[in-house]
Nanobody, 118 residues
């Protein structure tokens, strides 16, 4: 199927930056949309940012102007540049892709922890 490997999480002070990466591998015929969700302790998983195959993006209101999503179609990789991080950004961040193998479905990574604290 499809494997998603996330990297780039960690701990940072408020105002700092991190860059998340997620590489998809497997017998992939096509990747459509790619995105990032996050889940803070005690909260539901929420959309952070999403990017279509042609590069159209949408963001959660809470991250607009601070986070930038991008993708490398040749490398089946999606990135999330996170700037001006705040404590409320602390969460486990999950990569997701809508990909075609035998059929088209959503795949999820295992998540990477982002902690923003002074």
């Amino acid at each position: 199927q499809v494997q998603l490997v996330e990297s780039g999480g960690g701990s940072v002070q408020p105002g700092g930056s991190l860059r998340l990466s997620c590489a998809a591998s497997g017998r992939i015929s096509r990747i459509n949309a790619m995105g990032w969700y996050r889940q803070a302790s005690g909260n539901e998983r929420e959309l952070v940012a999403r990017i279509t195959r042609d590069g159209s993006t949408n963001y959660a209101d809470s991250v607009k102007g601070r986070f930038i999503i991008s993708r490398d179609n040749a490398g089946n990789t999606v990135y999330l540049q996170m700037n001006t991080l705040q404590p409320e950004d602390t969460a486990v961040y999950y990569c997701t892709v809508n990909a075609m193998v035998l059929d088209t479905r959503n795949y999820w990574g295992r998540g990477t922890q982002v902690t923003v604290s002074s």
